[in-house]
């Protein structure tokens, strides 16, 4: 799990920091010394628990967690650890999942972190599923798409288009067995592709994200995209925060598309 500890008190920092380092099941943990660093740095890095004091500077830990809720994404599970009880009733109804008083003991610490463990575990198998739902919902909506082709009009579906290029004023799209070439755009076809799962990698090119097989790394800022039919691209720098879009998770991939 990824921990974030807020706290504006550094002997409260470093205790906690030791404990989280004993701790087999913490991959990583930061410090923020207020709530306003906390935001930042919740905005640049996804973390599964917060470690959080209630009274801070200009924005209280309650504040903190106010701000997160109105936010898109997943709400960090939050062990409040403070030295004010009279907080623990509002604290609750903002769904913390445990409430530590100061000085603590770092074995009541430990068990809350054992909660907020579960707690995060059960949140991420819950969303899994719901976007699990979704994916079935689409896959039960009609994918095919009405192509004109040499006068007559072509139903394909869009799970066998592989690819679209650009070819002068005309786009070519590949599909498993044959191929279409029509006056149109790139960029006109890919808005027409995008909700079908087509990303642009490069100005001309569009590819079916379930067709990639590998990506690495190329000359220079590139990176060199191949298909599961054996057919090569080059990523472009403008164009490679598109390949986020690949998959749903990314594993072991940090440094992935990093400047």
């Not at 973390?47 to 209630?54: C, T």
């Not at 409430?99 to 899994?128: G, I, M």
Request: glycine residues 6%; aromatic residues 8%.
């Amino acid at each position: 799990m990824r921990v974030l500890v807020v706290d504006d008190e550094p002997l409260a920092r470093a205790a906690l920091t030791e404990l989280l380092s004993q701790r087999s099941d913490v991959e990583k943990f930061d410090v923020a010394e207020d709530a306003h660093e906390a935001l930042a740095t919740l905005r640049a890095h996804p973390y599964d628990v917060l470690l959080l004091d209630i009274h801070m500077p200009d924005l209280s830990g309650l504040q903190l967690i106010e701000r997160l809720s109105k936010q898109d994404g997943p709400m960090p599970s939050v062990v409040f650890i403070t030295a004010y009880q009279e907080h623990a009733v509002e604290a609750f109804e903002k769904r913390a999942v445990d409430y530590v008083l100061k000085p603590f003991d770092p074995k009541r610490v430990h068990e809350a972190l054992d909660v907020a463990v579960r707690r995060s575990t059960q949140e991420r198998a819950a969303r899994l599923l719901e976007m699990l739902g979704d994916l079935n919902l689409r896959a039960e909506r009609t994918t095919r798409i009405a192509i004109k082709d040499k006068g007559r009009v072509v139903f394909v579906d869009s799970g066998e288009l592989i690819s679209a290029e650009a070819h002068g004023n005309y786009v070519l799209l590949q599909q498993k067995s044959g191929s279409y070439l029509l006056r149109e755009t790139i960029s006109g076809i890919a808005e027409k592709l995008r909700p079908y799962g087509f990303i642009r990698i490069h100005r001309s090119v569009l590819v079916n994200v379930a067709f990639v097989d590998t990506i690495q790394p190329g000359a220079g800022s590139e990176y060199l995209l191949r298909t599961k039919t054996g057919r090569q691209y080059h990523v472009t720098r403008t164009y490679r925060k598109n390949l986020r879009g690949l998959a749903q998770f990314w594993i072991g991939t940090e440094g992935f598309d990093s400047d």
